[in-house]
Nanobody
């Protein structure tokens, strides 16, 4: 069974930084896309950033220049470095993975449990 486990959320002041991590486990050979989405109270879940196995990135306009996504394919881990945080970045951040190749099968559209990020003074 595949699991995505996030860490690194918390409370930070405006202008501060946080680094989120997500580790995928479960006899995984490879993962094509890993990334992050977020959901603020009363809003729909939205893309933050994704990164493919081959290095292609996609960022939401609202985070470009402030957030950086990276991954370690050997460790099946994706990171999100968040700088210059704003109150509007407050949300639950969800790790996402697609086309997870394991010994038994391929999984699509897999989600972590989420980690809370709160930006407030």
């Amino acid at each position: 069974q595949v699991q995505l486990v996030e860490s690194g959320g918390g409370l930070v002041q405006p202008g501060g930084s946080l680094r989120l991590s997500c580790i995928a486990s479960g006899n995984i050979f490879s993962i094509y896309t890993m990334g992050w989405y977020r959901q603020a109270p009363g809003k729909q879940r939205e893309l933050v950033a994704t990164l493919t196995h081959t290095g292609n990135t996609n960022y939401a306009d609202s985070v470009k220049g402030r957030f950086t996504i990276s991954r370690d394919n050997a460790k099946n881990t994706v990171y999100l470095q968040m700088n210059s945080l704003k109150p509007e970045d407050t949300a639950v951040y969800y790790c996402y993975a697609d086309q997870i190749i394991t010994r038994a099968t391929m999984y699509s559209d897999y989600w972590g449990q989420g980690t809370q990020v709160t930006v407030s003074s």
